[in-house]
Nanobody, 125 residues
Framework: VQLVESGGGVVQAGDSLRLSCVASGSTSNNYIMSWFRQAPGKEREFVAGIDRTGVRKYYADSASGRFTISRVYAENTVHLQMTTLKSEDTAVYYC???????????????????WGQGTLVTVSS
């Protein structure tokens, strides 16, 4: 499966933005899908993940209450709705997937098999 992110851009603090990740080459319906981000000079970090059923979701503390992850099976797409954006949300956001049968949504990047190229989100204060 190939992953392509879109939706990044430059926004003001307090604004909202929706990122999308489209999977192609194979259905992503059997995959755990997650979003990670990497700010300049920092390590890649987990943001949010959604399981195969779309029922179980998990968020990093930094994203909880502000970000919402969802998936549209018919479109092989995963969205990340981000609200009340802060300057510290500035980063390249990556979509990741894994077909491995993890019991929980993994938050470690090495547990994912496929990655997109990333989309840049810049939040100005």
């Amino acid at each position: 499966v190939q992953l392509v992110e879109s939706g990044g851009g430059v926004v003001q603090a307090g604004d909202s933005l929706r990122l999308s990740c489209v999977a192609s080459g194979s259905t992503s319906n059997n995959y755990i899908m997650s979003w990670f981000r990497q700010a300049p000079g920092k390590e890649r970090e987990f943001v949010a993940g959604i399981d195969r059923t779309g029922v179980r979701k998990y968020y990093a503390d930094s994203a909880s209450g502000r970000f919402t992850i969802s998936r549209v099976y018919a479109e092989n797409t995963v969205h990340l709705q981000m609200t009340t954006l802060k300057s510290e949300d500035t980063a390249v956001y990556y979509c990741a997937s894994t077909i491995r049968p993890y019991g929980r949504i993994p938050i470690t990047s090495t547990m994912y098999d496929r990655w997109g190229q990333g989309t840049l989100v810049t939040v100005s204060s």
